[in-house]
């Protein structure tokens, strides 16, 4: 099979250089990995004030005029490479994304504008793609865009939040030249981009096998199962990897006292740190459970709430670190006062503070009512920190949970119902196998030894690649 697969990635983010979720973690890190194996790949996102004011030397590679929505304006783009690669990352200049909050509502314009300019990239820079890889509803017009010049390139469209369809009025897409006609369904004048950019690429993906089974029932679509289940040939779900020249307990700057597999000891250490500096009682013994999340229902804080008093009844000490909505941020400020010895909250988000945790915990609770992947688990695991978290998506995906009779594979601990005494029953499981320390060990090796690197991800994009250009 041809391997040199030419690849234009398309996203809002991208780290290091601008990052607000996920997505940011998947553009700094896939395509990476993607090159390593072949595959010529460039990057392509906005050129935000952000980027400018904090990374400088990018070179000016093309400065053209373009006309649209009936105005002239200038668009630049520069060139610049993903750290830690060979990998080009176009950034795409205009005044129109000079200041954005990419989930504003005003925003339905530059992003339409951002994918009418990702669209016409390759005759901007002279290269074109086999594949235009989509990711979100911020680049789910390419495809029309793309129709609309007869090009003979495929796309594959990413999901990472569903949620966030992207409806926009048909009065602004009119304004670049698309009509009514041109879109599978017109709901009170607004178009569902989301909806648009499932039926019209060649495939869908999604962040994890789970969840790509999960997104076809009425509970989790969004209102889209119509659309996702007419795609659902052509739609197949990839865990998203994780980067461990970043996370890495032996190498990682961030944390108290480095450790290895070899030394779990020292994982104690670190446990008591985060003890003394959260106001914990200092305790070894004590089974701490951490939480780094944005505070919000789908995250399970609602189920959580239910059974905090029980937890507190348990023994064991409780660190949440996050921010989000301010119910959740006013109750744990309240329960913090409450139960001082056993329970922190940390209303922020600090990096460094992040990795105390996941280095410090010995369990990490991810309660979630839904989790197209989820990085917190993961993470964890290659900490040595055992998850506790509710069997949805991505982590149904990722974590092997311990059954009465064999330890040996098992990683962590899953729940299925959605409730509070679910909840509770999962931990009191993880309690008890906490205080058998040969096993417990045993999962701790499990978990440190389990791949979830992006190189395997890396892989079953490649092989996708090959199926959507050569069939």
């Not at 964890?380 to 920190?385: C, E, K, N, Q, V």
């Amino acid at each position: 099979m041809k391997k040199n697969i030419k690849i234009l990635f398309a996203a809002y983010e991208c780290a290091p250089f601008y990052k607000v979720g996920g997505l940011g973690d998947v553009a700094g890190s896939l395509p990476k990995f993607l090159a390593k194996i072949g595959v010529d790949i460039r990057i392509a996102l906005p050129f935000y004030k952000k980027i400018k004011d904090n990374y400088h030397g990018f070179r000016k590679i093309k400065e053209q005029g373009v006309s649209v929505a009936g105005q002239k304006t200038v668009v630049s783009i520069f060139e610049g490479r993903l750290p830690g690669s060979s990998v080009p990352v176009y950034f795409i200049d205009n005044e129109n994304f000079e200041a954005i909050d990419i989930f504003d509502e005003q925003n339905r314009f530059r992003f339409t504008f951002f994918s009418y300019l990702i669209a016409t990239l390759p005759e901007i820079i002279g290269w074109q793609p086999d594949i235009f890889h989509l990711n979100d509803w911020h680049t789910g017009l390419v495809p029309p865009f793309l129709k609309r010049k007869n090009s003979q390139a495929k796309t594959i469209f990413t999901i990472h939040n569903l949620a966030y369809t992207g409806d926009t009025p048909l009065k602004n897409l009119k304004q670049f030249g698309f009509s009514k006609e041109d879109f599978s369904q017109v709901d009170k004048n607004m178009v569902n981009i989301m909806r648009e950019a499932i039926l019209k690429s060649d495939f869908v993906t999604t962040v994890s096998p789970t969840y790509a089974k999960e997104i076809l029932t009425p509970e989790l679509a969004c209102g889209l199962e119509k659309a996702l289940g007419q795609k659902k040939k052509f739609l197949s779900g990839v865990i998203n990897g994780l980067d461990y020249s970043v996370f890495d307990p032996v190498t990682d700057r961030q944390i108290s006292f480095p450790y290895s597999i070899e030394n779990l000891n020292e994982k104690t250490k670190n446990k008591l740190y985060l003890q003394k500096i959260s106001g914990l009682k200092v305790d070894p013994r004590i089974p701490i459970f951490g939480m780094i999340s944005r505070l919000a229902g789908q995250k399970g804080f609602d189920i959580l709430e239910k059974s905090f008093d029980k937890l507190m009844g348990l023994n064991l000490q409780l660190v949440i670190l996050g921010t989000g909505e301010k119910k959740y941020e006013l109750l744990f400020n309240e329960l913090r006062k409450k139960h001082p010895d056993k329970f922190k909250f940390y209303n922020l988000f600090d990096t460094r503070l992040a990795s105390q945790i996941y280095a410090g915990a010995d369990i990490f609770l991810m309660p979630s009512f839904y989790e197209p992947c989820g990085l917190g688990q993961l993470i964890a695991m290659r900490y040595g920190t055992l998850p506790v978290a509710r069997a949805t998506g991505g982590l149904k995906d990722t974590i092997a949970p311990v059954r009465k009779i064999n330890f040996r594979p098992a990683n962590g601990f899953l729940f299925r119902g959605y409730d509070s005494a679910s909840l509770i029953g999962a931990v009191r499981q993880s309690l008890i196998c906490y205080h058998q320390p040969k096993r417990w060990r045993q999962l701790q090796i499990n978990a440190m030894k389990a791949d979830f690197s992006w190189g395997n991800s890396a892989l079953k994009y490649f092989n996708l690649y090959q199926r959507v250009v050569f069939g």
